[in-house]
């Protein structure tokens, strides 16, 4: 069967009033951390672009050009496994960039991409890129982050002076996407459980989490239980960041388990099944 089909989830049909069914928010995982979320006006964003060399990628998304247009791009951090088709994509599209401020700054000062193509903000900001509507909340993660001068195509890191500086890849983050109809979508990046996961629900109220279950890098199927039952409380959870390489071998089965009985739902999808809220 081909593992692209739709799955309309009727939670948030339900709850929230004024949905327009006929635009469903669309969320595609497409394997590790990469995701493609569409508005409701249609607009199209990618998160940590990570699909020619992503040995979870569906074959039909190994081709940059099957991605179709992007408004957006979101970097969580500068590690291979999130941006190793970063600028590919936005040059494809026209996309443009979105990233921690010294991640961000750095693309440009290394001319790697067009300074007005780079949005370079920062934790606890919020901005609205694509016009008055979906709202982009840079949120922590606890995790590290580099520039990969392989991955990027920098054979002379000494060219900027922001990195002679230190300026680095700056710190990794998450984000909370929110909809024109209110409907929020938390990313989690590459994180451990941290206790400001419940500020960021408090803060944002997220309806949909994607979270981390692969261990080794990030949280595993507990911490991960623990962080969506007691910390970030979404009303459905989509297990990311899992199966990619034989170092993340946990699996949402055990996430499924850990997390025990919760009315958070278990979107336990395959890379490349669409689901529609
Ligand atoms: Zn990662």
Known sequence: MKAKWALFVSFFLVIVPGYPAAQPVEVLWL????????????????????????????????????????????????????ISDLLDLARLTGAKVLANYEFGRNLVALGLLEENNVIAMNRGGMAEPLGRGVKIHMVPADHSSSLDYNILGIRNPDQSASIRQGGGAGVSVGYVIEMENGFKVYHTGDTSAFGDMALIRELHNPDLALVCIGGFFTMGPDEAAYAVRELIKPKAVIPIHYGTFPVLNRTPAEFKKALGSTSVQVLDVAPGQVMRF
């Open 31 to 82: 394997g590790h951390a990469t995701t493609r979320i569409t508005s409701v006006a249609g607009k199209v964003i990618v998160i940590d672009p990570f699909l020619t060399r992503n040995p979870k990628t569906p074959p039909e998304y190994r081709d940059l050009k099957a991605i179709g247009k992007v408004d957006l791009i979101l970097v969580t951090h500068g590690h291979q496994d999130h």
